[in-house]
């Protein structure tokens, strides 16, 4: 389910200290109902293999639409190596705060060009940057309301000039039609098969 942007700027993350020059694109609540204590199970059924099965359970427009991206970013060079963490753009982690450079940075995507940034009892973030934009994902712990707890899923992006901007709106209604839906359900689907898994 969308949520307002206040859901996440309301709350003190610790990304704020990050992202002020970054705007809110999306807030998403996801259906991961758990004890207080389970960001990081969270976090690791979204970066595992096998348990996060996006895009490939997805519906085939969001499938075709994936493919068309990575296809069309491919031959333009959106993802070449000097557009993105550590060449385009200075990695957030240059950001970081003495306690948060102490922090655990949390898990790896293995196929996914993210790079976690901390992970910490109630957030987690990661980060990718490529041609079009420099990007944050965002998970956060939040009550939920049953009286236990939930994952809050935030994208913060900062276009890479107009060339970014443009970009971010054409795909706007695709993203909101057709990938977010299927992502959320997906790192739904993940979190069911974590939480019955061995703790």
């Known amino acids: 389910m969308r949520l307002p942007n206040t859901a ?7 990304i704020h200290e990050l992202t002020p020059d970054f705007q809110v694109e999306d807030v998403w609540a996801l ?10 199970r969270l976090v690791a059924s979204i970066v595992s293999d096998n348990s996060n099965d996006f895009p490939r359970s997805a ?3 969001v499938r075709f639409l994936w493919a068309a991206r990575w296809r069309i970013g491919a031959l333009l060079g959106w993802d070449r190596q000097d557009a993105g963490i550590g060449s385009r753009v200075t990695s957030l982690r240059d950001r ?17 060009p993210f790079r976690s940034l901390y992970l910490l009892e109630d957030e987690w973030a990661a980060e990718m ?12 712990w939040v009550p939920n309301d049953s ?6 899923m935030a994208v913060l992006v900062k ?22 839906p ?18």
């Open 59 to 61: 519906p085939l427009i």
């Open 159 to 180: 276009p890479n000039g107009r060339f970014g901007a443009a970009y971010m709106a054409a795909i706007k209604p695709l993203r909101y039609l057709f990938v977010y």
């Open 31 to 40: 259906q991961t109902p758990g004890g207080p204590d389970e960001l990081p």
């Open 8 to 14: 996440h700027t309301s709350r003190p993350w610790r």
């Open 96 to 112: 970081l705060p003495s306690d948060l450079r102490e922090a655990p940075s949390g898990p790896e995507f293995r196929d996914v």
């Open 182 to 199: 299927a992502l959320m359900r997906s790192i739904e689907r993940g979190w069911s098969v974590h939480a019955n898994g061995p703790r």
């Open 147 to 152: 009286g236990g707890y939930r994952g809050q």
């Open 129 to 140: 940057a490529n041609r079009t934009v420099h990007t944050v994902m965002h998970i956060g």
